[in-house]
C-alpha cells in the first residue's frame, strides 16, 4: 500500500538559504512586510500542504542583519493573520518554554486554535540561544537539560489549562439566567518544581481540545521530550538509515511514556533547488552560492554552536578549548565535532556546512525530488517532510506547480484535503477530554 507525505512549509524572508533574497527578481522590501508569508501561505494551500511553520527566536542577532532578513515577527499573531487569508492548511507556531510563562502561552494558543477552527500547532522549543536572556532580564541562560526539565512541566501546565473547560461548560440557558456552568470549569491549580499556576483559562476548549505540540530537539533530552508530549517531530536526519534509527529512538521514548510507537510523526528538514534539468537546477544552487559571504558563513556557525566569535580566528582550527564551551544542542554539537574533526581553520568550515547542521539538501529536478520524497516515506525513514525552500516564493512555488503534480499521480500526495483540522490532515487522534466520562455518567447533562 503506498503511504502518503505529511509536508510541512518552512517559511522565512527570501527563502532558506541566506542569498535567496538575493537571486529572486522580486522587489525584496516586502521582507519586511507580512505580505510575504501570506502569498507563501496561500501557495502552500494550493500545494495541499498538511501545514505551514515559522520559526522563532526571541532575540536580534545583529550581524545577521546586514547579510539577509532578520525580521521575525510574532508567530501566534502572524498565524492568526496567515489562517484569515487560509482556510484549511495547518498552522505551526515556535513557542519558548524558557521564555514565556505557561498560562500566557495556552491562553494564545487556544486562541489561535478556536481563530482559526482548529488549525493550531504549537512547537514547543528551549530556545538554545544564549542572547534572548539579556532580553528577558535574566541573570543567565539555563543549562540545556535544565531547559528540557522545564519543559516537561511547562507542557503539564498548558494541558491541564486547555483541559479546564468541559465541553458542555457553556449552556446558554436564558430560561435559567446561566451562561455558563461553574462546576464545568476546572481550575489548574498546578504546583510543581518550577510553576504555580491556579486558575483556569477565560477560553473555553479549543476545536482540536489541544493544539497539535511539535518538537525540534533532538538530543537525548529533547528525544525524550518528544516521546513524552510531541505529535510532530522536526528534525536534521541526512539519509534513510539515520531516519530509521531515530525513529527508533523515537518509539522507544514514546512507549518509555506510556504511549504507542508510531504516535509522533517525524518530518525531517529537506532543503531543496529545482531546476528543469539536472544543469538548470546546479546552476541555480551555484547562484545561491557564489552570493553567500564566508564572513556570514563561519560566524553563523560559531552563532549556532554557541561560540563566542570574538574568541574564534576564522584562519586557525577550532581549538578544543573553545570547543567545549559550545552549547549542548545538537546542531551546536554536529558543528564543533565536525570542526575539531576536519581539522580546517574554522573560516572554510563555512563553506563545507552550508545549511542545517546535519540536515538534508537536495539539488536536481522536480521528478528526482518526487523520487526522493516517495522513497523516504516508502522506505520508513520519515513520514513526510519539513520542506525548506531555498527561495521564497520561487522554490516554494516551483515545488506545488511541478512536484506536487508528480506525488499525487503517484498517490504519495492528497488530491483533497479530507478534513478541517491539522489533527485531521496529520492522521493523528482527537485528545478526549479528561472530564468527558463524567459527562456520559451526568444525567443532568444529557
Known amino acids: 500500500m503506498t503511504r502518503t507525505a505529511h509536508l510541512n512549509a518552512f517559511l522565512s524572508t527570501g527563502g532558506y538559504h541566506e542569498s535567496g533574497w538575493l537571486v529572486q527578481d522580486y522587489d525584496a522590501s516586502v521582507d519586511g512586510d507580512i505580505s510575504h508569508y501570506r502569498q507563501a501561505a496561500r501557495t502552500a494551500e494550493r500545494g495541499l500542504f498538511d501545514s505551514v ?26 498565524l492568526a493573520v ?78 491541564a489549562l486547555w483541559d479546564g473547560w468541559e465541553e458542555d461548560a457553556i449552556v446558554a440557558d436564558r430560561s435559567r439566567g446561566i451562561w455558563a456552568e461553574p ?34 530537539g533532538s538530543s537525548p533530552a529533547g528525544v525524550d521530550l518528544a516521546g513524552r508530549i510531541a505529535d510532530v517531530v522536526f528534525t536534521p536526519q541526512p539519509t534513510i538509515a539515520a531516519g530509521k534509527e531515530f525513529r527508533a529512538k523515537i518509539d522507544a521514548a514514546s512507549i518509555r511514556h506510556g504511549r504507542a510507537a508510531g504516535s509522533v510523526r517525524i518530518l525531517p528538514g529537506l532543503a531543496f533547488v529545482l531546476g528543469s534539468t539536472e544543469d538548470e537546477a546546479r546552476r541555480r544552487r551555484r547562484e545561491l552560492e557564489d552570493r553567500a559571504d564566508p564572513e556570514l558563513r563561519w560566524r553563523n556557525l560559531a552563532y549556532h554552536a554557541g561560540l563566542d566569535q570574538k574568541q574564534i580566528d576564522p584562519l586557525s582550527p577550532l581549538s578544543p578549548e573553545l570547543a567545549a564551551t559550545a ?48 522513497e523516504w516515506v516508502a522506505e520508513g525513514g520519515s513520514d513526510g517532510f519539513t520542506l525548506q525552500p ?21 498517490g504519495v500526495h492528497r488530491t483533497e484535503y479530507q478534513g ?9 487522534a482527537e485528545v478526549p477530554s479528561p472530564h468527558r466520562q463524567s459527562v456520559a455518567l451526568d444525567s443532568d447533562r444529557r
Open 390 to 410: 531555498t527561495t521564497v516564493p520561487e522554490s516554494l512555488e516551483l515545488f506545488v506547480d511541478h512536484v506536487v503534480p508528480i506525488l499525487q499521480k503517484r
Open 183 to 216: 462546576d464545568r470549569i476546572h481550575p489548574a491549580e498546578f504546583h510543581g518544581e518550577y510553576y504555580d499556576v491556579a486558575g483556569a483559562l477565560p477560553v473555553p476548549r479549543s476545536p482540536q481540545g489541544h493544539p497539535v505540540l511539535a518538537q525540534a
Open 82 to 159: 496567515l489562517g484569515a487569508d487560509t482556510s484549511t492548511i495547518g498552522l505551526f507556531g515556535t513557542g519558548s518554554t524558557t521564555y514565556s510563562e505557561p498560562y500566557e502561552l495556552a491562553r494564545r494558543f487556544s486562541t489561535l486554535d478556536h481563530a482559526t477552527g482548529g488549525r493550531a500547532g504549537w512547537n514547543v522549543v528551549t530556545t538554545a540561544h544564549a542572547a534572548a536572556a539579556e532580553n528577558f532580564g535574566r541573570a543567565g541562560h539555563p543549562e540545556h537539560d535544565d531547559r528540557y526539565a522545564r519543559a516537561v512541566e511547562f507542557v503539564e501546565v498548558a494541558r
Open 53 to 78: 511553520f515559522l520559526a522563532d527566536v526571541p532575540s536580534l542577532t545583529k550581524f545577521r542583519a546586514k547579510f539577509f532578513p532578520q525580521i521575525r515577527w510574532d508567530p501566534v499573531t502572524l
Open 420 to 428: 478541517s483540522t491539522l489533527r485531521e490532515h496529520l492522521g493523528l
Open 327 to 374: 552549547e549542548g544542542s545538537t546542531f551546536a554539537q554536529f558543528i564543533v565535532t565536525e570542526a575539531l574533526a576536519s581539522g580546517r581553520p574554522f573560516g572554510e568550515l563555512g563553506a563545507v556546512i552550508t545549511g542545517l547542521p546535519g540536515g538534508l539538501e537536495f539539488t536536481g529536478t522536480p521528478e528526482q525530488l518526487a523520487n526522493l520524497i516517495e
